[in-house]
């Protein structure tokens, strides 16, 4: 039987990877059925409509898998993690409380009237219902992160009689781990629902269906994929930067980086890692590079895993401190790589519209297809290298990940509900996959009915 | 009034508009199965609830996280403590959640017939789970000196946790019947008024004799004596008036006292618990209090400031929302859900 901890970490893992399957979808597709409904507002264009409804019902399904998987995040802390959630709860709780407050009661309250309300709003309300779910899902995203930051970047607590509390609301909001979380995931966000609509729009285009709803939801996501994969990029190079101030462990294992470098330092492409004998081989290296992009110049030595060890040891005493080395030196690169590619492949699409062609070519809409998949790879390497970077600590040297576990739920309990929670998402992602698949099939509806019966009578509470 | 003990109220309010709220749409979705005799009524019945049960079950959300926020002590030791119960509760959840996205979009009878049995036991563990978990609560549960549950799940079930269990979900399962009423209209409403008129003499009942153990089995007796005041005797008075509402054919009223009940009798729970937010049944020392359990007053401020900014808003436009889908539900429109 694995520890306790070890258990409690698989299933923290699992279920917040697969969370973030769907959030991002959530996020993007969102704002990208809230711009095509607005344009069916302003343009009065029932295409747009059409469009806003088909790309609704995806938004739905994987709305709902979203949904049900968060409410497990929000009591993980409590039921797995009891003594975390009593040494920071003072500070970790906030943003989470806040979170349902201003984000979650604002999503679920206007989703359930954009859903059931096509004929019971002006057009105005219900595109401004839409609106209002996606600023929902973005507070959602900033204060769940506010949190998250605190866990990499502890900031605004005092330690008072063993656990952390909260000294300043401001700091927690103004954490610089928070704002370059944030944009980060924000943006990647936009990029994953826009590959999304990119790639059911090739799959439809290339059977030559529906052209008219899908030219245009293809056009329109391409541009903020284009847009979003240049910045997430631009943001993510200034989020890397700043580890060197507050995690340089977590900077040093994403490039496997045993000795202190020299000055120019080479950013490494690839490495056969032997983390038990703190060396590398094979190694193919790009000379500058990685002076570039910790100091945005052609110079400049950047500190090395083991010099990191000592200085941790002699701060919080014996231990080992370097998280799981090839795991962040990967998660790491092919989070880039596939950053990179969706960067590319967006912008060779916006290119092929600008150039007014707009049904791209064949092989290029083949390839977005399978490219639905770089969004939701580059989502998952991201959490593994931030989550798995920052350990062993659960709260960056305040507290450690062994430490704060339940005291009173025994290993036993927690496979029990590790395999029963793995067992059933798996389910979920089948048949929610299964009843995307349909829909897509399905295609737009093209007569507009209304969804939510009503008799003329109003009811005399 | 402190800001520990202003805390207590508000996550006491937290948890009275969840069961108002959930209390009805956990009721409805028990009863989908038996009211529903074809696809079209039952999907009118989930329709009932539609617009509604995401943002109702945001205020379980919200009070977990504002005991988070507030109680850190209390929410690691509930969560932690009641671990099994709340990872049946999550699987409920998560099942009822997506039950009521996917039921519709797939025709076949054995498809809809799988989730609207989702649908059901989704609705039907919760109630059961939380009645079980607030008579724990107020019973007294082994919590040792270092504010840990030492106990395992099967402690927490006993004759009274069921009972207070099983009248929480039969009253849920009579304030659903009667959302039901209101909002439907033909057949449907009648088959609503019967299940309510069936259902209530039940959990009248049931909801007493949970009266009568809680003063055998919690320390309501030596508290407060005899006469419980006035906020639980009107709670009674309030249930008992229900089945003279349904007879009268006063859907609204009927309604009306059913959430009446359930408001006060929540209310109840957490006076009777106050300033304790979990009793110790090893040593009356060691329960857990608004004052062991807090975060201190600067967290608490910042939270208050936020909830009293937010909360108006949150109101005002849930409220909205059952404004916007205030009309009655029949079958002669075609359905989207």
Do not use: C
């Amino acid at each position: 039987m694995p520890s306790e901890v070890a258990l409690a970490r698989w299933q923290f893992g699992i279920t917040t990877v697969y969370h973030f399957f769907f959030v991002p979808v959530t996020i993007g597709l969102v704002y990208l059925i809230a711009i095509m409904e607005t344009l069916y507002v302003v343009k009065k264009d029932d295409r747009y409509k059409q469009m806003a409804q088909f790309w609704g019902k995806i938004f739905l399904i994987n709305f709902a898998v979203g949904v049900v998987t968060g409410i497990l995040q929000e009591f993980q802390f409590g039921m797995n993690w009891a003594n975390y959630s009593r040494f920071v709860g003072d500070v970790f709780g906030a943003p989470l409380a806040i979170e349902s407050l201003l984000a979650f009661f604002l999503e679920s309250t206007f989703l359930g009237v954009w859903m059931f309300g096509w004929d019971k709003l002006s057009k105005r309300m219900h595109v401004a219902s839409i609106w209002l779910v996606a600023i929902g899902t973005t507070l959602s995203a900033f204060w769940i992160l506010t949190a998250n930051a605190f866990m990499q970047h502890p900031v605004g607590y005092t330690l008072k009689d063993g656990h952390a509390e909260m000294s300043s609301f401001g700091a927690l909001l103004t954490n610089p781990q928070l704002w370059y979380e944030f944009p980060h995931v924000f943006l990647g966000a936009l990029v994953t629902g826009a590959f999304v609509v990119m790639g059911i729009s090739a799959y439809q285009l290339l059977r030559k269906r529906h052209i008219e709803v899908f030219e245009p939801s293809f056009a329109i996501a391409s541009i903020v994929a284009v847009a979003a994969s240049f910045l997430v990029m631009v943001v993510g190079h200034e989020q890397a930067q700043y580890l060197l101030v507050s995690q340089p462990m977590k900077l040093a294992a994403s490039e496997a980086l045993w000795k202190t470098s020299g000055s120019p330092a080479p950013w490494t492409l690839f490495a056969i890692i032997h983390a038990g004998a703190h060396k590398n081989t094979w190694m193919i290296q790009i000379p500058y590079l990685l002076s570039v992009l910790s100091y945005n110049r052609l110079y400049g030595s950047v500190p090395g895993i083991l010099e990191l060890q000592q200085q941790m040891q002699a701060r919080y005493g014996a231990g080992n401190y370097v998280p799981d080395v090839p795991v962040i030196f990967w998660s790491f690169r092919i989070m880039v790589f596939a950053g990179a590619l969706m960067f590319l492949a967006s912008a060779w699409g916006v290119w092929r519209i600008i150039r007014n062609r707009l049904v791209p070519g064949r092989r290029y809409l083949k390839w977005m297809v399978w490219a639905t998949s770089l969004p939701f790879i580059a989502n998952t390497m991201g959490w593994i290298m931030t989550e798995m970077g920052r350990q062993p600590w659960v709260v960056y040297g305040l507290q450690l990940t062994r430490d704060g576990v339940s005291p009173t739920v025994s290993a036993g309990e927690v496979l029990t509900t590790l395999i029963v929670f793995t067992l059933l998402y798996g389910l979920l992602a089948a048949v929610d996959l299964y009843l995307i698949a349909r829909v897509v099939r399905q295609g737009p509806v093209e007569d507009d009915h209304g969804d939510e019966p009503e008799s003329l009578s109003p009811v005399a509470l | 009034m402190t800001l520990e003990s202003f805390w207590f109220a508000i996550i006491a309010v937290l948890f009275i508009g969840f069961f108002f709220l959930e209390g009805f749409d956990y009721g409805v979705g028990i009863l989908v199965p038996f009211l529903g005799k074809t696809d079209k009524e039952r999907r009118l019945l989930i329709n009932t609830i539609g617009p509604f049960w995401d943002a109702n079950e945001v205020w379980f959300i919200t009070a977990g996280g504002a005991m988070f926020a507030a109680f850190p002590g209390w929410y690691a030791t509930l969560f932690s403590g009641f671990y099994m119960a709340l990872f049946l509760l999550l699987v409920a959840l998560i099942g009822r959640g997506v039950a009521f996205e996917f039921r519709s979009k797939v025709e076949h009878p054995v498809w809809r017939t799988f989730w609207d049995w989702v649908i059901f036991g989704g609705s039907l563990l919760p109630p059961l789970l939380w009645g079980i978990a607030l008579a724990n609560m107020m019973h007294g549960v082994p919590i040792d000196q270092n504010k840990n549950y030492v106990g395992s799940f099967w402690d927490l079930i006993s004759l009274y946790s069921v009972v207070g269990g099983v009248s929480m979900t039969l009253l849920f399962i009579l304030h659903g019947a009667l959302f039901i009423s209101l909002r439907t209209s033909g057949v449907l409403q009648e088959r609503a008024r019967a299940a309510a008129t069936a259902i209530g003499a039940w959990a009248t009942a049931l909801t007493f004799l949970f009266v009568v153990l809680s003063y055998l089995e919690t320390d309501m007796f030596t508290r407060r004596g005899i006469d419980p005041g006035v906020v639980p005797v009107l709670a009674g008075l309030a249930l008992f008036s229900v089945q003279f509402f349904i007879r009268a054919k006063r859907d609204g009223w009927a309604f009306f006292m059913t959430g009446l009940t359930i408001v006060l009798s929540t209310i109840t729970v957490f006076m009777d618990l106050f300033p304790r937010v979990m009793v110790s049944s090893l040593n009356p020392a060691w329960s857990l209090t608004i004052y062991n359990t807090a975060s201190n007053p600067y967290s608490l401020k910042v939270m208050t400031i936020v909830a009293l900014t937010v909360v108006p808003f949150v109101l005002l436009y849930q409220g909205w929302s059952y404004w916007v889908f205030r009309k009655r539900l029949s079958s002669d429109h075609p359905l989207e859900y």
